[in-house]
Structure formats: structure tokens, C-alpha cells
């Protein structure tokens, strides 16, 4: 219990304080999970009835179009994972979730969560704002794509996440970043030869 407690708290710290009681609750919820590298954590076309907080490793969220498999996101420690239109709308999910490293995840289920926001209101103001935070992010990266060319967006990432380029194969983040393996090699090449010359 004491590593669902500590996963709680810090849940409640990037998200949202909660009290000693509320903080309890929920790691009365948390379910721990294993997954190495290559193993899918949710299969498109299943429900997603589960937030996945990432304690380590990484995962991402992809889908197939044109026989290509794309990238939408990438989640890492201290990071929560769903897929937010299955999740909310009890429908088959149309994005796969995949461990990238060996993961240790922290499932929170909807509907042990929705029962526990009964009697205890803290963690619904919690879920609004992982919600919330889901959203925001993804609005970002939708926005990323729309107005910034290619160096822009390779750049936003290396400011926001370097973790994801340290750690992600690069064909996942060029799928990510919506360019081509090449795309990225020759983007990466400009930055660094401009890095080295500051």
C-alpha cells in the first residue's frame, strides 16, 4: 500500500491538492502494472476504462492510417495516459497504447473512481483537472502542427520534452512530430550545427 500511497500523493501534487483522507482513497484505487517494452497496454478497438498514471518507463498512443502507424503521444513518468473519447463516451477506443520501455503504470478505473467522487468530492475536482490537463495538451500539439513548420515543432519539443528524444525511437517521434525519418535527420542537423555555433 505504501507505494499506492506515494503514487497518490504525488498524483495529487502535479494535479491537484488533496487531503490526507482524499489522498488515501485514491490509493485505495490504484491498480500497479507491468509492461516491457513492446507490449500493448490497450488494443484500438477495446474501451479505455482506465487512467494509466506512468510511475516509469514511457508508453505511447498511436494509430494506422494509409498502412502507417502515427504517433499522437508519448507519456512518461509522472504522466497520465487514456484515450479521453473512449474513456468519456464508454465507446472502442480507435488509439492502441504501447509500452516503448519497460513500464510501471498505475491503473485508476472509471468506475471505481466515479463511485469513490460520491463521498469524497476532492477526487472529482481531481478528475477535472487530469481531464483538463489531457485536453490543454492535446490542444497544444494540434496547435503545434497547424502553425509551426517543422524546425519549430522539433525545437517546441526539445524546449518542452527532451525526454521524448532522448528516449523514443526516432521514427515514433518523427511520426509525432508529422514529418518524414528524413525530415527529422535533416531538421536535427540544422539545430545542431546552429547550437554549435552560438
Known sequence: MDIRKDVAREIARRYCRLEPASIEILATL?????????????????????????????????????????TEHFSFEGGIVMCIESLLKHVPSQITIEALETTHLFAL??????????????????????????????????????????????????????????????????????MTPETLSRVRAVVEKSSREK
Request: aromatic share 10%; net charge positive.
Open 30 to 70: 490504484l491498480i500497479p502494472m507491468k509492461f516491457n517494452r513492446g507490449d500493448i497496454v490497450l488494443n484500438a478497438g477495446e474501451e479505455c476504462t482506465c487512467m494509466y498514471y506512468v510511475e516509469r518507463g514511457m508508453v505511447r498512443q498511436f494509430y494506422h492510417k494509409n498502412g502507417k502507424d502515427v
Open 109 to 178: 478505473p472509471r468506475k471505481a473512481l466515479f463511485a469513490a467522487i460520491d463521498s469524497c468530492a476532492e477526487l472529482g475536482i481531481l478528475y477535472r483537472k487530469i481531464t483538463e490537463h489531457a485536453l490543454i495538451s492535446s490542444q497544444h500539439h494540434a496547435d503545434s502542427q497547424r502553425f509551426e513548420n517543422a524546425q519549430e515543432r522539433y525545437e517546441r519539443l526539445m524546449r518542452e520534452k527532451p525526454e521524448i528524444i532522448l528516449r523514443a525511437p526516432m521514427i515514433h517521434v518523427a511520426s509525432f512530430l508529422q
